[in-house]
T-cell receptor
Framework: NAGVTQTPKFQVLKTGQSMTLQCAQD?????MYWYRQDPGMGLRLIYY???????DKGEVPNGYNVSRLNKREFSLRLESAAPSQTSVYFC????????????FGSGTRLTVV | EDQVTQSPEALRLQEGESSSLNCSYT??????LFWYRQDPGKGPEFLLT???AGEEKEKERLKATLTKKESFLHITAPKPEDSATYLC????????????FGAGTTVTVRA
């Protein structure tokens, strides 16, 4: 079982460039999430999708957009990258709400120069 | 403001030396406290969930307890393979899908 797959694993962007982070899960989970992880700050929720066809803002949504393409896929887009968006991005999925714990992907390390 | 604080930031243990990690929270109306393990360069891995004060759960050498203000993760007789960053997270309502994470405690176990 692949679980949650994120691509790419590493990316370097110039300020102002755009890119899309891809996430796919094969566990038939309803809910999917995007978090960013910065040193000393813990994981912070960017956006989440409780079920196919719905998306909601998390704690730090500014500068990001998301698309729940289907039940398996949930993408995160940076329209105009800024150095403050340098971080490690994690996608996660869960069976229901958070009751059952999240399954995380292995992350995308993004550097904006 | 809801907060999740973990201490200590780092913990160095000798193999077999048991110790505890702390996760304190100020969330009003807790509806679940979650513990995760994260290895370098990988995503967090779910360990266990606690729901009510007084609850205890075990997973291998780990034992987690919960009070109204904090949770402890006790590592019994740790081995080098227990070296990782341990994260705790809280959920405020059953209908809220969001988890709020602490910054983690990095545990290093020396052989």
């Amino acid at each position: 079982n692949a679980g949650v797959t994120q691509t790419p694993k590493f990316q370097v962007l110039k300020t102002g460039q755009s890119m899309t982070l891809q996430c796919a899960q094969d566990m038939n989970h309803n809910s999917m999430y995007w978090y960013r992880q910065d040193p000393g700050m813990g994981l912070r929720l960017i956006y989440y999708s409780a079920s196919e066809g719905t998306t909601d803002k998390g704690e730090v949504p500014n500068g990001y957009n998301v698309s729940r393409l289907n039940k398996r896929e949930f993408s995160l887009r940076l329209e105009s990258a800024a150095p403050s968006q340098t971080s490690v991005y994690f996608c996660a999925s869960s069976e229901g709400g958070g009751n059952y714990g999240y399954t995380f992907g292995s992350g995308t390390r993004l550097t904006v120069v | 403001e809801d907060q999740v604080t973990q201490s200590p930031e780092a913990l160095r243990l000798q193999e077999g030396e048991s110790s505890s990690l702390n996760c304190s929270y100020t969330v009003s109306g807790l509806r679940g406290l979650f513990w995760y393990r994260q290895d370098p360069g990988k995503g967090p891995e779910f360990l266990l969930t606690l729901y009510s004060a007084g609850e205890e759960k075990e997973k291998e050498r780990l034992k987690a307890t919960l009070t109204k203000k904090e949770s402890f993760l006790h590592i019994t007789a740790p081995k080098p393979e227990d070296s990782a960053t341990y994260l705790c997270a809280v959920r405020k309502t059953f209908h809220d899908y969001k988890l709020s994470f602490g910054a983690g405690t990095t545990v290093t176990v020396r052989a």
